[in-house]
């Protein structure tokens, strides 16, 4: 007998950067010297002061439910960090700790959205939020940004986006795969563009820490102050701590909305792991060096790969201002000949560089930028060094 599934899964793919890094991780099971720049992860250790909490909380037998939504002392140290970090104010009631910022994601959207409800993601987009969307009977309203412009999203585009079924607006800045940070200015023309729409404002933070820019991080709370009331914070503790084998994240947003994503999680996965909340509660409150060590030694990688990849022929790169991704233009390298074939598209370049020349790296299709390939930085200058060496030599052998 046949399973039959749930009609909603047609409407969802597999993660292609999953199914990528699985088939990297397969060749080198099988003794292939794979340099991968497929890793949506630090490579660097979480902190040793982080996993020391852990340790103590579970030798003191911090080990059964706590409430859904987190322990009182997680939501204190989160809104402190908010505060702090980010000048936002916000009560216990609005804070929800989930199971990574996937999960809150995947909530917010699962209490927000009736069915044919649409959402504003701007390409290229993170995989899964469009994904998320349809898994919640929801549509995903594409916007298209332009690499000319920084990746950085137009309001006139979002204005002409918005229609009387869009709920919520998607804000990620550093985005992941271009890298790009939405400047304040974007921010407030995106902020004009919906003040008088009644949507969400969904401002997906998780990559605030690993920052480039001299300016600092912002997000359209910060520049559009009056918005507080419909903009709910997405953030985590995966990227910025090197934790993203813990699973903690959080939203920050309208009490409502939390309230209903805390119903959804009560029936789901009830409270994220408890001593992983003692662990997060280190890492907010602790000390910051090891945060910072390693932003600074991505910043060094960004600068070798950005530099590296430029001299490719028929490759381009825009150096990123956030988290740890080139997201690199090989259009140059697309239609020309390859072993008697035209190289079709950027999946085919992703394909020829894993299994001739044992470079993973993920292709933009399904990020929505087609002619793009993400190469993560996060791995060693070595294995950057050998990649490029590889990718050039791939490039050289171009008809
Ligand atoms: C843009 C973006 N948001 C959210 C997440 C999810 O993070 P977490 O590990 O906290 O679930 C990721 C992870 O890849 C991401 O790239």
């Not at 060749?27 to 794979?34: N, T």
């Not at 987190?70 to 936002?88: F, Q, S, T, V, Y």
């Not at 600068?303 to 988290?323: E, H």
């Not at 991704?325 to 074939?341: A, H, N, P, S």
Request: with cysteine; glycine share 8%.
């Amino acid at each position: 007998m046949s399973i039959k599934l749930a009609n909603r899964l047609a409407s969802v793919r597999p993660s292609p950067t999953l199914t990528l890094n699985a088939k990297a991780r397969a060749l080198a099971a099988q003794g292939a010297d794979v340099v991968s720049f497929a890793a949506g992860e630090p490579d660097f250790d979480t902190p040793a002061h982080i996993k020391d909490a852990a340790k103590v909380a579970l030798d003191e037998g911090f080990t059964k439910y706590t409430p859904t939504g987190g322990i009182p002392e997680l939501k204190a140290a989160i809104i402190e960090k908010l505060r702090h970090d980010n000048r936002l104010e916000y009560a216990p009631a609005q804070i929800l700790a989930a199971v990574g910022a996937k999960h809150a994601l995947f909530n917010i959207f699962q209490a927000l959205l009736s069915p044919g409800d649409e959402v504003i993601v701007f390409a290229p987009y993170w995989v899964s939020y469009p994904d998320m969307v349809r898994l919640a009977d929801g549509v995903p309203v594409v916007v298209q940004t332009d690499p000319k412009a920084g990746w950085v999203p137009n309001p006139d585009d979002v204005r002409r986006a918005l229609t009387p079924r869009t709920r919520a607006v998607v804000l990620n800045s550093p985005s992941n795969p271009s890298g790009a940070v939405i400047p304040a200015k974007a921010l407030e023309g995106i902020a004009e563009a919906v003040r008088d729409h009644d949507c969400l404002l969904v401002s997906d933070d998780i990559y605030e820490r690993l920052l480039y820019v001299p300016e600092g991080f912002q997000n359209i709370a910060n520049v559009a102050p009056d918005l507080i009331g419909r903009t709910v914070v997405v953030n985590g503790f995966s990227k910025g701590f090197a934790m993203t084998g813990w699973r903690l994240g959080y939203a920050a947003g309208p009490k409502e909305l939390i309230a209903g994503m805390q119903m959804i999680q009560d029936q789901q996965t009830s409270n994220p792991t408890s001593f992983v909340q003692k662990a997060a509660i280190a890492a907010l409150k602790g000390p910051q060096e090891p945060v910072e060590q390693m932003v600074a030694e991505f910043r060094k990688r960004r600068d070798m790969m950005v530099a590296g990849l430029n001299r490719i022929d028929g490759v381009s790169c825009a150096t990123p201002q956030g988290a740890f991704y080139c997201f690199v233009d090989v259009t140059g390298l697309i239609g020309r000949g390859y072993k008697g074939q035209p190289v079709t598209d950027s999946m085919r370049v992703s394909e020829i560089l894993l299994e001739d020349f044992l470079v993973a790296a993920v292709p933009g299709t399904p990020f929505g930028a087609e002619g793009f390939i993400r190469f993560s930085f996060a791995t060693s200058p070595a294995k950057i060094e050998k990649g490029i060496a590889r990718i050039a030599e791939f490039a050289s052998q171009l008809a």
